[in-house]
Nanobody
Framework: QVQLVESGGGLVQAGGSLRLSCAAS????????MAWFRQAPGKEREFVGV????????DYADSVKGRFTISRDNAKNTVYLQMNSLKPEDTAVYYC????????????????WGQGTQVTVSS
């Protein structure tokens, strides 16, 4: 089992950058696929990006491709989401998720979730 805690959210102007962190408990963090999702008010949770256990493979939603980068540091049990060129439509609560098997953009495939961190992008 793994527990996830996100941090790094906040208020930023359009065009700015933020880096989110997701710290995981447990000794087997390096075994997990890690993903980021987001949910804006009144909208369904949507996939942002995913990274495999080693960090060698990543995939992104088209809406963030080229602007967001996922990375991980298995020695620190942490996954990151670097967000650049932020837009007002990126405003949402951002969640990290973990699963031993899923390398997927489908939220239902992930067993473990953090509590979320708010990102607000002003125009």
């Amino acid at each position: 089992q793994v527990q996830l805690v996100e941090s790094g959210g906040g208020l930023v102007q359009a065009g700015g950058s933020l880096r989110l962190s997701c710290a995981a408990s447990g000794r087997t963090f390096s075994s997990y696929v890690m993903a980021w999702f987001r949910q804006a008010p009144g909208k369904e949770r949507e996939f942002v990006g995913v990274i495999n256990w080693s960090g060698a493979s990543t995939d992104y939603a088209d809406s963030v491709k080229g602007r967001f980068t996922i990375s991980r540091d298995n020695a620190k049990n942490t996954v990151y989401l670097q967000m650049n060129s932020l837009k007002p439509e990126d405003t949402a609560v951002y969640y990290c998720a973990a699963d031993l098997n899923a390398y997927s953009g489908s939220s239902y495939k992930y067993d473990y979730w953090g509590q979320g961190t708010q990102v607000t992008v002003s125009s």
